[in-house]
């Protein structure tokens, strides 16, 4: 999850850490609200497709013959990390600064849920996810540490933090790429992502490594290997912060093609999906031409399709929807391509004011995305599955989400967020370039 915070007037609801993007007009409320929106409205989609089977049932199956909500509100996640992380990765001008604030901005509350979880399984009504008991506990903790646990063959305590392994993943790429100055070829990147994912999506292992290795051996040389990268990243020296980049690149790369959970075509998928995102930052920023950054989308999105088509196979999953190959291709390109064209609408019409109300729900929605399943086990201990639909229990079940959402933002992200700008310290570390960042740049041909 993406860290633009809804610029209010308020000077102590301004993070230090938000990027200065163009286009939005003097008003500094709508300058990055448009993103807070998308954000909101990606958290509470997710929020909802979860309660929707427990109480609206009938108006969930019927959304279901046709599009993911829960995929689409990660989809629109995924887009506004990719248009978001370089920006903030270029204002904050050293890679360290960079992971330091990621860290704080996403493990506080990452703990406080984990540990949430934990307490519900002991003394509650939680229970363990499917294949995480059978887990040595330390293994299990470490790989939830590294927040890749999606691609070390470990359950997820929390049924959403797989997309967290994903965002992890896109950091580790998009550092690599600044540290070989790169990071302006995100069209192609975006494309090559998605060429891999049609000629060898199919054809990539699942798993490879955690079945030839063994799990705890993988997690060791994960957790290790990352911890190294991101020592080196934080040394303060650039020779250092280039090498700790590069690592965590490869092992990021690494574990993408050849350890996933979900078949390597959609965790390419996704991946390019968040460079699509990057790519059209670049063209807001014209550092891409407007025509070559649609082209891009529209063409990431047939290869995301394409492969779906070629390789889903017999058995679809939870990310794709449907009960059967080719109702799962329909709603995966329906869901992807709503998600694209939610985007761009809301990038069309950023400088228009947004409803405060969804804006908000963007500030905290991190902590709607991981606290909402905990609700959800707790609610179902007093109340069943219903039969029919049941609004009034929706509403109910938002009514003790979003003050939760609120409480747990002030006191656990917003504290986090503080203690990494003083961490980050002065600015340090691998420089960035700069040259050609300032608006009206010349658009560059593919970015």
Known sequence: MSDVAWLQSSQAYRPAHVPDLPGAGPDPDRRLAWLDALRGLGALMVALHHAGPRYLPELSATVLRYVNPGTY??????LVSGYIIPASLERRGSLRRFWVGRIC????LLCVALAATALLVLWGPGRLREGLGERDPLSVLLAHGTMLQDLLGVPSAINVL??????????????????????????????????????????????????GLGGTTVIAATALGAAVALCAVASGRAPWNRAGAL??????????????????????????????????????????????????????????????????GSRPDAVTGGGDPESAVRI??????????????????????????????????????????????????AVPWQQHDTPLLMAAYLALLLPLAMLAHRLVELPGQRVGRVLAGPLGGLPLPRGGEQRGARPAALG
């Open 332 to 381: 995966w390109a329906v869901t992807a391509g709503l998600a694209l064209l939610t985007f761009g609408a809301a990038m069309a019409l950023r400088r228009h004011r947004v409803p405060r109300w969804l804006a908000f729900c963007g500030v905290i929605s991190y902590s709607l995305y991981l606290l909402h399943p905990l609700v959800l086990e707790v609610c179902d201990l």
């Open 105 to 108: 901005r996403l493990y506080p």
């Open 73 to 78: 509100g990660v989809l629109v996640f995924f």
């Open 247 to 312: 690592l965590g690149g490869a092992l990021a790369s690494v574990l993408l093609l050849f350890n996933g959970r979900i078949p390597p075509w959609q965790g390419l998928a996704l991946l390019s999906l968040m460079f699509t995102g990057t790519v059209l930052y670049r063209m807001e920023r014209g550092q891409l031409g407007r025509a070559a950054g649609v082209t891009v989308a529209v063409t990431v999105l047939a290869a995301c399709v394409l492969s779906a088509a070629l390789h889903i």
């Open 162 to 211: 797989w997309t967290l392994s994903y965002e992890m993943v896109f950091y580790f790429l998009v550092t690599a790429l600044f540290a070989l100055r790169l990071h302006r070829r995100s069209a192609p990147t975006a494309l090559g992502l998605a060429a891999l994912a049609v000629a060898a999506g199919g054809a990539l292992p699942v798993a490879a490594l955690t079945r």
